[in-house]
């Protein structure tokens, strides 16, 4: 058993609003804590627009709605993250802002609370060694969006003991989501494999072997993905993408991670994807 009851979630942008989202419609008490009160403020509107629209679709009642919203807290005070069982962090990938965070959990939650990260990409011992308590840091890596997508990667660090990877398995389960564990090696296991495929498109791109769209239509027609890789990056953010390539290369000491000269080149110019109205392809119009 998880044996949880109260989930604090740390920054409250699309990861971390979605992961409070759907431990409160799943019964948990739930913190959320950001820094900024205006970022707060957005998080609290979509998680009432979304819940409308999910009575308005007939996937829950509004009495459901309405209680899992009663269970959401919104905070600027990390201190008010003290009585959780799990605290769930979803800041921007860097390291060292992670490590700050987890410093601060590890000195404020003194007990047997389970400190987990949302990193795709970061070393969980890494992250861990921020800490005076290595044992109860694991990686629970949501995947975006959180409400529809059913897996969570759980991550065990170096030192992550077997119990807290059980409990989180059990509690991901109770959040209606798939768990399946891997180890701490750089990029894990979906952005380890993903990513070089991602990569190696750009490079089809970059080399003249097709154009775009059909470098998308045959990898959707030919091997059944429901998204082409060239859209896929433009979905995650081509910076997002460049960004773990890096991490891969760096955390496996293999050069050939390094991302595709087009992708970073098209970062440099702007074009970041979807966020920016425009990457591989034009999203704006």
């Not at 433009?234 to 992708?263: K, Q, S, W």
């Amino acid at each position: 058993m998880h044996n949880v009851t109260r989930v604090g979630v740390i920054g409250s942008g699309q990861m971390g609003g979605g992961i409070a989202q759907i431990a409160a419609v799943a019964g948990f008490q739930t913190t959320v804590f950001d820094t900024k009160a205006d970022a707060i403020a957005r998080c609290q509107a979509t998680h009432a627009k979304l819940l409308a629209r999910a009575v308005e679709k007939e996937r829950m009642t509004a009495d459901e709605a309405e209680s899992a919203k009663g269970r959401l807290t919104y905070v600027t005070d990390m201190d008010q993250l003290s009585d959780s069982d799990i605290a769930i962090e979803a800041v921007v990938e860097d390291s060292a802002v992670k490590a700050k965070v987890f410093s601060a959990l590890d000195e404020m939650l003194t007990g047997d609370q389970i400190l987990a990260t949302n990193t795709s990409s970061i070393s969980i011992t890494e992250i861990a060694a921020a800490t005076k308590t290595p044992q109860r840091v694991i990686g629970m890596h949501f995947f975006y969006p959180v409400p529809v997508m059913k897996l969570v990667e759980v991550i065990n660090g170096l030192a992550t003991d077997k119990k807290v990877t059980d409990r989180v398995i059990s509690l991901a389960e109770a959040m209606g989501k798939v768990a399946l564990p891997a180890n701490d090696r750089a990029g894990f296991v979906s952005n380890r494999v993903l990513m070089p495929m991602i990569n190696e498109a750009f490079y089809a791109w970059m080399e003249g072997v097709a154009e775009p769209e059909h470098i998308d239509g045959i990898m959707k027609l030919g091997c059944n993905f429901p998204m082409g890789p060239l859209r896929l990056a433009d979905f995650i953010g081509l910076d997002t993408c460049a960004h773990i390539m890096d991490v891969l290369a760096e955390g496996l000491c293999n050069e050939r991670y390094r991302p595709c000269p087009l992708l970073r080149q098209l970062v440099v110019a702007g074009r970041l994807g979807d966020k920016a109205g425009r990457g591989v392809f034009d999203s704006s119009k």
